[in-house]
């Protein structure tokens, strides 16, 4: 076994360092305040390649493994989880999806630029719409509807907990087709945000994650040639499950970032506070603190790169990006807590960065399959 990153690896995860310090540290707070989507920080990313990192080139993307994704999350989740979600769906969800499912017409129309993220010189990214009011941790139970008109379709219903909702260009949106069918009823269909019958609805005021931007998205008799649709008829279900399974190594990742930015602030405290004459870090009940800290996250990092790795290579990884998103998801939740609680007073300032790191840790173990759900899959996995 190689444990050891590649020159190629440490340069990727040097330059996501130096973008996350340099480029998105200095406002964070603020955007995080006033819930402003870091559209500079994502058109920043795009030039460095890295909003279709895993894209062939040949499609406009940087052509990198799985792993250089996991070490490029990390890093920018570290300092600003809203830049890092917006940089995840973008790569997992919908370039991944595209690229692995998508005809080589959509490919060559729509993959391209949401790999390069842009298009004539504007932002171009893209969004992945499954959620409902009524169909979250069940997926099938999809009230979109996508009516079958011969050359196109018609779509309406309502799409909940969306990101990127305002600002993407492309909607890859989950609908069902047929009822009676069940999940082999639903379709995937490429969206163009700019259709008539969208309306996206007011920004959600969320406890984490306030910079990027999560809405409700509307649809009535929205048309929809059927060149857009994604794979054969009713392969919308597989779409979204193979994708999803993907985006889990993505989230996995920004919960890996979040503990590690916490662990990182907390260890770099503990250092300099003192109390009854001396650093905190030289009391035991804070160095065992900081050790279990350091020891979940280890735990958690080579569940990631596991899982990046079984991509990369071929292998199933629908087991191992669910034991990685479940543990750091749950790990970026105690480590922030434990984070907070080291700095005192201070954690609950707004200034010293773990608190939004706390508030932005919860959502990873929401959103992309809930903990529950990957507790669901794993113990199939294993019972099986």
């Known amino acids: 076994m ?18 996350a310090v340099n480029e998105c540290l200095p406002s964070v707070i603020e955007r995080d305040e006033h819930q402003k989507f870091p559209r500079e920080q994502v058109t920043q990313l795009a030039e460095l390649g890295f909003m279709g990192m895993m894209v062939d080139p040949k499609y406009g993307g940087a052509g990198m493994d799985s792993v250089s994704y996991v070490l490029a999350m990390e890093e920018i989740s570290k300092i600003d989880a809203s830049t890092s979600v917006c940089m995840s769906v973008n790569n997992s969800l919908v370039c991944y999806g595209l690229e692995a499912f998508g005809t080589e017409e959509q490919k060559q129309k729509y993959l391209t630029p949401l790999a390069q993220g842009k298009k004539d010189g504007e932002l171009y990214i893209g969004a992945f719409l499954l959620s409902e009011p009524e169909a979250g941790s069940d997926a099938t139970s999809q009230k979109t509807m996508a009516e079958d008109k011969g050359d196109h379709y018609l779509v309406n219903g309502t799409k909940n907990w969306i990101t990127n909702g305002s600002s993407a260009s492309v909607y890859l949106v989950i609908a069902q087709t ?207």
């Open 2 to 19: 190689q444990f050891e990153l590649t020159e190629e690896h440490l340069m990727i995860q040097k330059a996501a360092r130096d973008f």
């Open 178 to 384: 047929d009822p009676a069918k069940g999940s082999r009823g639903i379709n995937c269909l490429i969206v163009e945000k700019n259709s008539p019958g969208i309306v996206v609805a007011a920004k959600e005021n969320k406890l984490g994650i306030r910079g990027s931007d999560t809405h409700s998205i509307m649809f009535t008799d929205v048309k929809v040639p059927k060149e857009n649709r994604i794979g054969a008829d009713g392969f919308g279900f597989t779409f979204a499950m193979k994708t999803l399974a993907g985006g889990r190594i993505g989230i996995a990742s920004q919960a890996l970032g979040i503990a590690s930015g916490a662990y990182e602030l907390a260890l770099k405290y503990s250092k300099q506070r003192k109390a009854f004459g001396k650093e905190i870090a030289q009391h035991q009940a804070i160095q065992f603190k900081l050790a279990d800290m350091a020891t979940r996250i280890e735990a958690a990092r080579l569940l990631c790169l596991k899982a990046a790795w079984e991509k990369d290579n071929g292998l199933s990884y629908d087991l191992s990006s669910s034991m990685a998103k479940v543990y750091a998801s749950e790990t970026a939740m105690w480590v922030t807590v434990e984070a907070v609680q080291i700095h005192g007073g201070y954690g609950f300032v707004k200034e010293y960065h773990v608190e939004r790191l706390m508030r932005d840790a919860k959502i990873t173990q929401i959103y992309e399959g809930t903990s529950e759900v990957q507790r669901i899959v794993i113990s199939r996995s294993i019972l099986k």
